[in-house]
């Protein structure tokens, strides 16, 4: 079945970087769209990333273009989200999720989610 | 395109029905014919999962008591007969354009 497990958790200070990823398995990954999605602590869902299933383009939240990145290996099975500049309202736990198609912007799975704290 | 979800919360009897609605700030729609509006539920300290998929298809291994229905820029999500396991918060999520999600629904049991 599908299992995607995040890792790369931290406390970090404003205006610091941090990378996150993503190792995904039970399925085939190069033929799937991949996303990040975050919640803040107490509150709802904000889609942050996509990445169609060759890397070839990104897509980005508003609120995290120019500061965020989404990567994928392929040939490891892992996705990235390179995270610049950090703010402390980018305090939230980060899921990836697994699209329902090659380009899909919708997804079906979920991992367990990484807690990513901005704080000094 | 912005989500809005209602209500806030929802009390439910176990047996009873429940519904949650779901409107969207533009059609979802899309040249196809196709409408991008998906429903997740996130049970107490778990990640979200998948129950519906383009307003109505159940995703693998959602049970039949629940269904989704709705077009254009209305929907609702329908419990028949809610189940203790059914409370956790509920999100509603546009995909036509780069995704949003509607502000969640908390189910709990009376």
């Known amino acids: 079945q599908v299992q995607l497990v995040e890792s790369g958790r931290g406390v970090v200070q404003p205006g610091g970087s941090l990378r996150l990823s993503c190792s995904a398995s039970?399925?085939?990954?190069?033929?799937?769209?991949m996303h990040w999605v975050r919640q803040a602590p107490g509150k709802g869902l904000e889609w942050v990333a996509l990445?169609?299933?060759?890397?070839?383009?990104?897509y980005y939240a508003d609120s995290v273009k120019g500061r965020f990145t989404i990567s994928r290996d392929n040939s490891t099975n892992t996705l990235y989200l390179q995270m610049n500049n950090l703010r402390p309202e980018d305090t939230a736990v980060y899921y990836c999720?697994?699209?329902?198609?090659?380009?899909?912007?919708?997804?079906?799975?979920w991992g367990q989610g990484t807690l990513v704290t901005v704080s000094s | 395109i912005v989500m809005t979800q209602t209500p806030l919360s929802l009390s439910v009897t176990p047996g009873q029905p429940a519904s949650i609605s779901c409107k969207s700030s533009?059609?979802?729609?899309?040249?196809?014919?196709?409408?991008?509006l998906q429903w997740y539920l996130q049970k107490p300290g778990q990640s979200p999962q998948l129950l519906i998929y383009?307003?109505?298809y159940r995703f693998s291994g959602v049970p039949d008591r629940f269904s989704g229905s709705g077009s254009g820029t209305d929907f609702t999500l329908k419990i028949s007969r809610v189940e203790a396991e059914d409370v956790g918060i509920y999100y509603c999520?546009?995909?036509?354009?780069?995704?949003?999600f509607g502000g969640g629904t908390k189910v709990e049991i009376k």
């Open positions: 039970g399925f085939t990954f190069s033929s799937y769209a």
């Open positions: 999720a697994k699209g329902m198609g090659s380009d899909s912007w919708n997804f079906d799975s």
């Open positions: 990445i169609p299933y060759d890397g070839t383009k990104q």
């Open positions: 383009e307003v109505s």
């Open positions: 999520m546009q995909s036509l354009q780069l995704p949003t």
């Open positions: 533009q059609s979802l729609l899309n040249d196809v014919g196709r409408t991008y």
